[in-house]
C-alpha cells in the first residue's frame, strides 16, 4: 500500500492538476498536490438524483461528496489518550443530543485477531433504504448525495431507522437540550437546530460547511488527518492538508465499503489499516474513551454555526 500522499511527482505527470486549481477545485486550504491516471471502475457512478429540493453548485460545478477515512491514520485518539476528536467534533457542531453519535468510532475486531478503529459516520448511501421507506418524504436525497432529513415533516415512524444497515439514525425519545439561541436559530435540513423531540437525526455530511466551501467538522479536527471530503465530480479529495486524486488514492490503496453487498452503494470509502501512521500497534487493544457532550465541551451557538457563515 502507498501511503505517501504528498509527492507530487508519485504517480507520473500525465494527470497533474495545479495546486492553485485543485486549491480552487475544493475550496479549502491545502498543502500538496497529486494527480494520477484515473481507475474508473472503483468510483461507481452517482445517480446524482433530485429529489424536490434545490441541490447547491459550488464554483459552478454540481459537487458528487463522498468520504474516504483512512484507517492507516486514524488510531481512536488513543495513542493521544484522548476521546475522538472527529466524534467531539462533530457534537460540539450539532449539539447532538445526549446519547446519540453521529459519528461513532467503533472498535473492531480483524480476522487476524486485533482490533482496529473504525469511525462510522452516515454512509450517504446513493441506493439509501431509509430514502425508499420513509412514508412521508422526510428524509431525501440532494443533487449533490447527501441523504437529510426534514425534520418539519418527519412523523417520527422510524422507519427509516428499522431499513437503515449502518445504525447511523438515532431518535429523540425526549426533547433534546438546545443551545441557548437555538429558539432563533434557522432551520434547516443542512443544519437541524433546534433539535425536536419524536424526529429522527443523524450525519447529514455538514451540508452547511460544504456548501461554503468548509470540510465537515470532523474531517478538519480529526488530529491524525484521517478523514477526507472527495469530491467524485472533479475526482479529488483532501483532509485539509493533502489533495488526493480520489481514484487514485482509492485504486492504490485497495479501499473498500461497508456493506457492500446490500447494495446500498455507500459514498463512504475506507482505505484499511491499524493507525499504524501514529504509532498505534497491533496488539494494542486499548478502547476508545467516550467522548464529550457538546455541552461538556462548551458548545455555543454562534455564527460558525449559522449555516456555517
Ligand atoms: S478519525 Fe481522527 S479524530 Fe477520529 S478517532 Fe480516528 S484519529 Fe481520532
Ligand atoms: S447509511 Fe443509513 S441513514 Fe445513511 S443514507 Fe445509508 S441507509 Fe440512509
Ligand atoms: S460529516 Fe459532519 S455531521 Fe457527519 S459525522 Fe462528520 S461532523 Fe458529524
Known sequence: MDSDTSDPNQSGEAGKISRRRLLALIGV????????????????????TASGEAGKKAG??????????????????????????CTEACNTEHFVPAGQQWLRVMNVKSEAGHTYYLPRPCMQCENPPCVKVCPVGATYRTEEGVTLINHERCIGCRMCMAACPYGARSFNWNQPQNPP??????????????????????????????????????????????IYLGDLTEDIATNGTDIVKLSTFLGENSAYRLKEELGTRPRVWYIPGHGQEYGHHVGDERATQNPRSWQELGATLDKTHEGGK
Open 29 to 48: 486550504a491545502g498543502a500538496a498536490a497529486v494527480a494520477a491516471p484515473l481507475v474508473p471502475s472503483m468510483m461507481g457512478k452517482s445517480t446524482g
Open 60 to 85: 459552478g460545478v454540481l459537487r458528487q461528496w463522498t468520504l474516504v477515512i483512512d484507517l492507516r491514520k486514524c488510531e481512536g485518539c488513543v495513542t493521544q489518550d484522548k476521546p475522538p476528536a
Open 181 to 226: 439561541g437555538a429558539t432563533f436559530a434557522k432551520y434547516s435540513p443542512e443544519f437541524p437546530v433546534p433539535h425536536r423531540q419524536g424526529t429522527v437525526e443523524k450525519c447529514m455530511l455538514c451540508a452547511h460547511r460544504t456548501a461554503d466551501g468548509k470540510l465537515p467538522a470532523c474531517a478538519e479536527k480529526c488530529p491524525m488527518k484521517a
